[in-house]
């Protein structure tokens, strides 16, 4: 690390200093306001909670750059990679620079940290996202000569604006169109009986588009799930599952997840929503869709905006949002570049660090 100067200091998620923890809050939730600026900070404990409780399946190096006096984050990066049996080739990476320290050099500086996990992990891909709002990343990323994966898109509904009787007619038609199922809730973790029935729902999440991102399927496994959910729990983040059910089979056929937060009382997110594809055509999503916006305008009172993310390309599951009345919030990329272009790019670009003063 000392090619990134005595102002640098590897970050541990799971057991950093309480200076380091609170920095690195303040600093997250500076950046935060930039991406989103009508949204509420985030807790400094909520944060430093999630971050403890990252799982461990997921392996993360992150290093921070701080200024003089060594008191405020300036720049701050992570990488990380999942320890399952496919997708060994990709790393996922996060850069992010204090607006007033951008185009000084320290994204580089970082970056020639970051490369050198997946150079030692023998993975040839990084990828990471940027949004329209910090028009500095995506800049970043074509410098870097990195190529786009997917294109996608926050999309918000305005529960206000949401039209109630379409709710009720995707649940009455589907009373018609799939009378052989019935929906079902499961309320934060997951009853242990139905674990591997929810593994399977998951791989359902497979069918979605990855245009042309080069990863592979992604399988969870009840190990995986646990600890996921002892990150949620532990944050304060709840979760509603409804779930479609064959009644003459009992076959778990499709879901939809939301999460909401108290810090947080106005947002809910979903989360993901699939179908099997054997029973898809009946109304199957609509259904959970609209049976749980049911659900959150009842028990819910408080949230007034409903976000989840789409790919662009997605238009199944972009016809159900838009039709309920989502509309874009925010548009992201997925970013893809080999690890060797970003060595190449390091090369060539290191050279200039030396005049390029961090303090």
């Known amino acids: 690390m000392s090619n990134l100067g005595d102002n640098v200091t590897a ?13 690195l809050a303040e600093f997250d939730n500076r950046l935060r306001a930039e991406r989103l600026p009508d ?14 409780h990252t799982p461990p399946f997921v392996d993360v190096s ?19 990679f999942l320890h399952t049996e496919e997708n060994k080739h990709v790393v996922w990476f996060n850069i992010q620079v204090a607006p007033e320290w951008r185009r000084q050099g320290l994204g580089r500086r970082l970056l020639a940290t970051l490369v050198q996990v997946p150079q030692r992990e ?32 926050t999309n918000q509904l305005i529960l206000a604006d949401l039209d109630r009787n379409l709710l009720r007619q995707w649940q009455e038609r589907a009373g018609e169109r799939a009378a052989g199922f019935e929906l079902g809730l499961w309320v934060g973790p997951y009853p242990a009986e139905h674990l591997a029935a929810v593994v399977s729902l998951h791989e359902v999440m497979n069918t979605e588009p990855r245009d042309d991102l080069d990863v592979e399927d992604f399988h969870v496994t009840p190990e995986h799930i646990r600890q996921m959910e002892q990150s949620m729990v532990a944050s304060g983040t709840e ?10 089979t009992g076959a778990f056929v499709g879901f939809t997840e939301v999460f909401w937060n108290a810090n947080r009382a106005a947002l809910l997110f979903q989360g993901a929503t699939a179908v099997a594809p054997p029973y898809r055509g009946r109304g199957l999503g609509r259904w959970l869709k609209a049976a ?7 028990e819910r009172p408080m949230v007034r905006f409903v976000r989840t993310g789409n790919a662009d390309s997605n238009d199944p599951m972009l016809h159900i949002n838009h039709a309920l009345g989502y509309k874009p919030f925010m548009s992201e990329c997925v970013w893809q570049v080999e ?8 090369s060539e670009a290191m050279a200039e660090l030396p005049s390029q003063a961090t303090s």
């Not at 979760?239 to 003459?248: D, F, I, P, Q």
């Open 11 to 23: 970050f541990d998620p799971r057991a950093a200093s309480q200076h380091h923890y609170a920095a």
């Open 39 to 52: 949204d509420p900070p985030t807790p400094q404990a909520e944060l430093i909670v999630r971050w403890q």
């Open 62 to 80: 992150a290093w921070s750059i701080w200024d003089a006096a060594g008191t405020t984050i300036i720049a701050h990066g992570d990488v990380s």
């Open 122 to 153: 023998q993975r040839r891909l990084m990828t990471t996202e940027t949004t329209d709002q910090v028009p500095a990343g995506a800049a970043f990323m074509e410098r870097l000569g990195a190529k786009r994966g997917i294109a996608a898109h």
């Open 239 to 248: 979760r509603w599952t409804m779930y479609a059910r064959e009644r003459a």
């Open 292 to 298: 749980m916006l049911e659900k959150v305008l009842q």
């Open 339 to 346: 690890t060797a272009q970003v060595a190449h790019y390091l």
